[in-house]
């Protein structure tokens, strides 16, 4: 079984900073990449930072230049800083982990965290 752990959301002031975290655990033999995506009510989930095994990274306009994506590979664990935080950036955060391959199966799956709340007020 594998399992996406997430932590560090909460209520924040605008312009303040936050740091997210996401562990993979299990039996985990590899996972190609892991990112963050958003969701509020009434809207689409939506890419926020994405980052493969080989440290490539992709992100959201909205949030280029304010967040930054990081990965310990070793430790199958994801990280967003978040910089500049505006109101718009309210949202639950889910951590995404996608070609996660375990000994037992023999191709590759995606795993969602439960999401955490970023609360950013005025």
């Known amino acids: 079984q594998v399992q996406l752990a997430e932590s560090g959301g909460g209520l924040v002031q605008a312009g303040g900073s936050l740091r997210l975290s996401c562990a993979a655990s299990?039996?985990?033999?590899?996972?190609?990449?892991m990112g963050w995506y958003r969701q509020v009510p009434g809207k689409q989930r939506e890419l926020v930072a994405v980052?493969?095994?080989?440290?490539?990274?992709n992100y959201a306009a909205s949030v280029k230049g304010r967040f930054t994506i990081s990965r310990d590979n070793a430790n199958n664990t994801v990280y967003l800083q978040m910089n500049d935080l505006t109101l718009e950036d309210t949202a639950v955060y889910y951590c995404?982990?996608?070609?996660?391959?375990?000994?037992?199966?023999?191709?590759?799956?995606?795993?969602w965290g439960k999401g955490t709340l970023v609360t950013v007020s005025s």
């Open positions: 980052i493969t095994s080989g440290i490539s990274t």
């Open positions: 299990g039996n985990i033999f590899r996972i190609n990449a």
């Open positions: 995404h982990a996608g070609g996660v391959w375990v000994p037992s199966v023999a191709h590759g799956m995606d795993f």
